[in-house]
């Protein structure tokens, strides 16, 4: 059964960068799916970050896209998310998820636990 | 706020039939699939169908979901404590390039 377990400082100061690593266990990374973060902040809605193809392609949230680096590494079966220039108002629970239907607008199944990311100093 | 509309609440008794809205537009749901998600609290979202009608093996043929021009609907029926929990709908949107979600319909099994 694929998993995918989210791991990361929880705790990140202003103006400094929050970087995520997510790691699928049950199954390769390689499978031509897309791989995706998406983050919730305390009390509030979802929001998408970012997804990744196992070839390296991209497609992040425009609003972020500045800020975002997601990266994958087959070798370890992992993927990664950097956010820099983090504020307040990023602090939320990160998750990573896989894409299952082959294309970054396809649902998200199944997801990582989530790791919540506090900004403050 | 939200792009995809839900109605904050929704409730039902053991057995029941409860159907949760999700309102959008053209650029989401009227062109792209709409998948829905329950989290439980303090528990990740998990997905449960979309509106293909696909769904993980472990949930069960009594979740349903359709959609009909811009608006999508996930109906449970045969209501069950363990469906209780927060449902979520998500579409991409061709406009903004961006996903969509909606704000969550509290369900409660009275």
């Known amino acids: 059964q694929l998993q995918l377990q989210v791991s990361g400082p929880g705790l990140v100061k202003p103006s400094e960068t929050l970087s995520l690593t997510c790691t699928v266990s049950?199954?390769?990374?390689?499978?031509?799916?897309?791989w995706a973060w998406i983050r919730q902040a305390p009390g509030k809605g979802l929001e998408w970050i970012g997804s990744?193809?196992?070839?390296?392609?991209?497609h992040d949230n425009p609003s972020l896209r500045s800020r975002v680096t997601i990266s994958v590494d087959t070798a370890n079966n992992q993927f990664s998310l950097k956010l820099d220039s983090v504020t307040v108002a990023d602090t939320a629970v990160y998750y990573c998820?896989?894409?299952?239907?082959?294309?970054?607008?396809?649902?998200?199944?199944?997801w990582g636990q989530g790791t919540l990311v506090t900004v403050a100093s | 706020q939200f792009l995809l509309t839900q109605p904050p609440s929704a409730s039902g008794t053991p057995g029941q039939r409860v159907t949760i809205s999700c309102s959008g537009s053209?650029?989401?749901?009227?062109?792209?699939?709409v998948s829905w998600y329950l989290q439980l609290p303090g528990t990740a979202p998990e997905f449960v169908i979309h509106t293909n009608d696909d769904r993980p093996s472990g949930v069960p043929d009594r979740f349903s979901a359709s959609k009909s021009g811009t608006s999508a609907s996930l109906a449970i029926s045969g209501l069950r404590s363990e469906d209780e929990g927060d449902y979520y709908c998500a579409s991409w949107d061709d406009s903004l390039n961006n996903w969509v979600f909606g704000g969550g319909t509290k369900l409660t099994v009275l």
């Open positions: 049950g199954g390769s990374i390689s499978s031509f799916y897309y």
């Open positions: 990744i193809f196992d070839t390296g392609t991209t």
């Open positions: 053209y650029s989401n749901i009227g062109t792209n699939t």
């Open positions: 998820a896989r894409q299952p239907g082959g294309s970054w607008y396809d649902w998200f199944d199944p």
